[in-house]
């Protein structure tokens, strides 16, 4: 990996390192601690070594974060007492090869974390459109928009949206809107659904057979008003 880094100015006493130095990672698999191999460009191109900590924004016994770095990612590094047989790795580094994940044209308003794999929390301080995203690789979205005053669930292309809960789930709103061609109640008792609108326009003009002839609409038709707002179920 090239990069336009310049050589840390390390100083050295007695075969120690103090202040802090880069490396690249070279292995971050097969360690259950959250731990990585370096290599040190500066000081050879064949020392590796062994399994060393990585610090995180909080720590503790099994709970905390947990962001360890990729293959060949940049770090920066100091060295416990200044012994190089004990680095830590104090975060990683941008550089002329390894870009942030956007670019920064509206300034300091947007905090972002995104994985390798494309999994993303956004922050967005931006004026005007201030909102919190969660978006999977894959395009699912979770979006809490400050302005607009409304959270939004969207599942990408093709995917499912699941709620489920070993108790009740409520619904509470001045209006529920639900948009579908269709409506199956699940747990083998679904059942059609009937429009009121559409009810009344068959109730009103249906007729029968009779010896007389067919049968009139009934008298008097009847109007929306005799459609209970409420559905009911036993």
Known sequence: ?????????ARSTDKRYYGVVEALVVENDGDDEGRVKLTFPWFDQTTVT?????GQLYAGNGYGSLFVPEKGDEVLVAFVHGDMRFPIVLGGLYNGEDKPPTARTGGRDQKIIRTAHGHEILLDDTSGRAAVRITSAAGHTVEMDDEGKAVRITAAQGGSVTVSAQGDITLKAAKVTIDSSAIDLGG????PLVLGNALLTAFNTHTHPSAAGPTGPPVPLLTPAV????ARTA
């Open 227 to 230: 459609l209970a707002k409420k």
């Open 1 to 9: 990996m090239t990069t336009t880094r310049n050589t840390p100015r």
């Open 50 to 54: 062994d399994w060393c900590r990585v």
């Open 188 to 191: 083998g008792s679904t059942e």
